[in-house]
């Protein structure tokens, strides 16, 4: 073990920190040693997250606790900030950190999607309220461990992936390696968690009960970080056809791609290349018919299923937004950044039934 | 208006029958005459759906009471029997409505699945266990009232369609006639009534609560169902990839489709070409932005929104599996049968929140 | 039929206008003549109340459209406006029908809690945002129908019951008559949609969903409301154990109630003294067993079941809180006062499955 | 460490087993030796468990493997077989057991409720399908490790709880110390897992989506074995008003006590005593205002909160049925009977939001 991690995390009080702080409860080497607000500064951890009583004697802050985070031989900055607010944070904390000369042995995780396009249009047109932040957009590291395992272990900055993001890219990436051509139909839904703790019109609970709504067909922010990492992953440009869709669930995220390949297959022969394709990576499971939510709430799992006729595909992907595709996957960044198995501390099952 | 109608409902103990019984009560034209059942002869109806007490003074019937049935200027016989019985029912009942004189008064409406599949190879593909009955087939109509109305008016025999194909079908129709090409990507959730009343894994409630999955991804029997309507309509054959997925709701069909027009276009041409396809059709309407469950739960809505960006389209269904997708389906294909308003018993607007 | 009410809504954009406009769709005597709003003026009724589309060619106004509401034999004024607002609304609107000679004809129900309470301590401790408006207070019957229908045919001005109040009273009003002593102890459980619609971190979805707490436990302004009717019912002071509880659900109250008799009975002697209580009450089902949502949902119903066991009972009521809880209680109220059948416009059975 | 535990568990298919599975994969000290089943033989324990999958290389056996179970310092059986099976079998293996000489050795812990109640006369009316089973009876440590630590601890025979009486007894036994006296009001609602895993009507999907009704009010197999527990801390017969509730959640207990305490109090003070009484109970949380099921499903805690005025006093509880409720409290059953720190293994936080 390459030695205690001591972490902070900004913006203490959203679900992001909620669940960095549950999943933490269960790492041996990781402190944690400071959580920040601007909102509730003083208020006890386990006052605003009250599942967590009994697992933090900690209150919220106003500001990092350097002193504290940097000692350690490794230390971790987690932003949980709202994008718009994130980026610019991480560039004021990396200057304080240069001044405690802690430069090099800073790390840094964003949950937000303030770094995640490289490319500036793109994030000026899906991101306007989040300044260009160039040097440090330069040198983030898109953080899906999956397809970028050595350079996130590189890297000082990650950005961590979004929760739809990381189902489709997760089911598509293997079609794009087989050739899949043409628009790609990536229709997503998730659970209400995913929009945040801030109270909100369609996440009040009896607007969202028992429904089901689209929402920024065709326009979503997701959309272009997809495209991204599968055109990486193509070593061309991928076009998408992606929806958004709202479940009557908290957690969760379901994401179906239907897709044409060069070749006919089946669905045996479409889930042994999925398997080739995922053999290293301990948290995607490729599975025999269809995923289910029920199988991964709570986990840091993906699980992947396939069907296929002719050259027609449909995959399927499903994961917890909250793990996954956000606080499990920003410590399976960590774990690579410090050194450590990339399962330490998130090797668990989901709750199921849930 | 031409006159009371008599009905009588087989399969009396379904969601079907209950609905269908539901409805009824607020349709003033309408008198139930009998219901039948294989497995609760003599009980009370109001005990089989206890939220019809109050409303119905009725026992099961092993039979249809014919007397009682015929004895009105029109007769309606809806088979709520599952696939597999039910056309095998409708053609020994049409049997005896002939021994009656009764042949020609007699119309007779086909919940199941039996019926609907003109082309026998697909029929016997999906529904292994119904009996080809060409010549029963061949003279149901398919019972879409926004597309066939006109056939149905005079049809004896209607096939009342799937509820994930009619959501289908109502979200991809304009978009055959503007040209769409290519494989459509029809992406449809829905919520557990659809699965029936009989007890299932899948509608065990510990497994769906919370849960989202999907199911015979291209291999479900709506598929040729949708296909065929929309080859109708395209004169021409379309290809789907269609998938159907379970959500945590009683009721609900949420249908996406992806689609790629011939020509650019933005969301409120397109929206305006649906309004057009739709303009006389009052149970279909074109909404700004996504549709929503619970703005049709409970009614014979289905609502339909669109997006576009340059060649490519989403359009987004919604309707309430029970009501548009079968028994208000079916009360509206009786009314056109019978001469009758087709708004007559249904002209209700959705519980909502719900 | 004494001819055409017309009807005007106080504070259009809530649940309980919304409720109110979607049942009267279905009631044949009554057009509604205004809608009014703070806070939307100018807005489509179904841009607010979106499954109302195709039903209402109206727009919220700021003020009460006097000349259109008493343009008819019968005006009814229905204030939705929450409590601390709404008392004082409609003593303004009763002055200014008095200027158009309109004070007898105008009849007026109120949705919220201010004029509830007749003590007014009790009142001040409940409500201390609203004003006493003894005069008005002194005038106000208590609206349920159940068991005060002659008063409430006569009355000029209905304090409309509360939904935990009226599943409470329903559950416990004939064991009072039997001389249960005793605190009663009454646990009542609501879905969200009695929350409002304004957002509210309790009915915020992440943390609705799947959970359930207790709130304003032995502290809850119904208490004391209950507590009114029942020591009507009694002629004596009926002391409660007053708890009210969330459910994910978004409509729908359960309350339980549990007692001792003076006298040993059974459940079947139980049944049979609630069937000849409510007779004549055709919204109230004595049902074997437990009552259920599913069977009341959407519906103005309130079933209630009975359990015994030597001199103890447990009574059980279920309603639909926008319906016979909120918006049908108030219909049933105005047929009253109008002269008209009490089931006008809401004899329809629930949505079940739902 | 007293050396590595080896546990075998009986009924394998069921929640309870696939509970104690998950939960153990966070447990070092275990190893699982197998699982029985009587209908699977032969089928990978991870796909009757999907969610397992990476965590068990196991396959369902017909027998307990008594080598591998007994190759161990410390061997405990778990039995997950239904009421009626379950004592008969635990009595056949204690005998094998002393065959292999183990009879001292290996502790046996039963998730069902063949053992529970001490009283002949309340066991034969509530479990008329089980034997008497006398010797075995009279060997069973009630395991209830709030109220029972060192009796279990030196058990060889554990009773392990009902999920509902866990929640009941907990937050009524110190009531009971502090003197309440008369009918204790006990009013629990339950998830939909408590019922198992086998297909019901009551667990029927569409039949338990949004809907809310009571079973079993005043007659449930819950009730006597809370009475004697609660009877056990007063010393004398205590009686209860018990109806158990379903609600739509898939994991969850909430139980809500109304009393009448000797002298008056406060919510303060009562609170004071809450904490005096589980000071050294480390998963019992005495929580300000109410439980919630959020802050407890998927952990082993079980949260409770009070409410006084005057007299009358509110108590409520929330657990999870399937950890704290079943299979969490046989881990810390097993914990202490094998003497490990109760937390072993089951040290986490719930799943907040869920």
């Known amino acids: 073990m390459p030695g205690e991690v001591h972490v902070a995390i900004l913006g203490g009080t959203g679900y992001g920190a909620g669940e960095m702080l549950r999943l933490l409860t269960q790492h041996a080497g990781v402190r944690v040693a400071g ?88 994030h000026r047109e899906h991101y306007p309220e989040t300044p260009s932040l160039e040097a440090l957009r330069g040198q983030a590291v898109y953080g899906l461990a999956e397809l970028n395992r050595e350079a996130i272990a590189g890297a000082r900055v990650v950005a961590n992936p979004g929760c739809l993001a990381t189902a489709a890219i997760l089911a598509a990436a293997p079609l794009i390696r087989l050739g899949a051509s043409g628009v790609l139909a990536v229709d997503t839904k998730t659970g209400s968690s995913g929009s945040g703790r801030q109270l909100k019109e369609t996440t009040h609970h009896p607007t969202r009960h028992a429904d089901f709504r689209a929402y920024k067909a065709l326009a979503h922010q997701h959309e272009p970080e997809i495209a991204q990492a599968l055109s990486d992953e193509a070593g061309d440009r991928v076009q998408l056809s ?41 948290f995607v499971r490729v599975v025999s018919g269809s995923p289910a939510l029920q199988d991964v709430v709570g986990s840091n799992f993906c699980d992947v299923g396939v069907a296929a006729r002719g050259r027609q595909v449909i995959v399927m992907a499903a994961l917890d937004n909250l793990v996954k595709g956000m606080a499990g996957a920003a410590i399976q960044n960590m774990n690579l950044m410090c050194g450590l198995d990339e399962r330490t501390g998130l090797w668990a099952p989901s709750l199921r039934p849930v």
Chains 1, 2, 3, 4 share one sequence.
């Open 35 to 122: 959580v920040t607000t601007t909102s509730q500064v003083g208020e006890r951890v386990d006052r605003v997250h009250p599942h967590l009583r009994g697992f933090y004697d900690l209150r919220l802050e106003a500001k990092v606790p350097w002193a504290r985070l940097l000692d350690a031989p490794q230390a971790v900055l987690v932003s949980g900030l709202p994008s718009g607010a994130s980026g610019a944070a991480i560039e004021s904390a990396l200057t304080v950190a240069a001044e405690y000369g802690a430069a090099e042995r800073l790390r840094v995780i964003d949950l937000s999607g303030d770094l995640r396009l490289r490319d500036l249009r793109r």
């Open 242 to 282: 992606f929806v958004a869709q709202s479940m009557d669930a908290a957690r969760g995220i379901f994401a179906t791609v239907h897709a044409t390949l060069p070749a006919e297959t089946d669905a045996a022969r479409l889930r042994a290349e999925y398997e080739r394709y995922y053999a290293d990576r301990p």
